[in-house]
């Protein structure tokens, strides 16, 4: 059976009018709204916990997730990323845009590629981390709740993103 012919993405403005019910729903059903980042959080000191579980249980900011009648998984947000990912998957899938390809621009070699990506997706997970939340989460629920501290994040993001662009741009040409 071959995937559907390839459809046209979302209106931008369908698009981010229906992730605005999700963000209500999640506000109603849950009480909290939408973020991504500790769950990464969590499964990455889940993750060390198996290496070094004597290690993980004396540092003072991994023992607030592991140790003894903790559950890494006992939070909503991880089931959530979960669902991202394979709602996403079959987004892709009956869209007909699920490839397995690495996007990049002329002269930019794959590795070279990846290996911005996991640079970047690093320090976006530091960041997070710093920032108290993902840019989800500050932008979509703190924005949404009309938080100072989430909306001066959201300046910030866009002007960083603005003075880093021409440094990146060749990557995408």
């Known amino acids: 059976m071959q995937p559907p012919v390839e459809r046209p993405f979302w209106n931008p403005y369908v698009a981010g009018f229906v992730l605005g019910l999700v963000l209500l729903t999640s506000f109603l059903v849950m009480g909290f709204g939408l973020g991504s980042s500790s769950a990464a959080t969590r499964l990455a000191v889940g993750t060390a916990h198996l290496i070094a579980p004597k290690a993980t249980e004396a540092n003072a900011y991994f023992s607030q997730y592991v140790g003894p009648g903790k559950k ?16 996403g998957l079959v987004g892709a899938y009956s869209a007909g845009r699920l490839k397995s390809e690495v996007l990049r621009g002329e002269g930019v070699s794959k590795g070279h590629r990846i290996a911005m990506a996991v640079v970047g997706g690093i320090l976006m997970g530091f960041a997070a ?5 993902c840019t989800s989460g500050q932008a979509l629920t703190g924005g949404a709740i009309l938080s100072l501290g989430s909306w001066i994040f959201m300046m910030c993001v866009f002007a960083g993103g603005y003075l880093v662009a021409p440094f990146v741009r060749r990557d995408w040409r």
């Open 72 to 87: 890494i998984l006992e939070d909503w947000l991880v089931f959530e990323v979960l669902g991202i990912f394979l709602g």
């Open 129 to 133: 981390r710093l920032a108290r939340g």
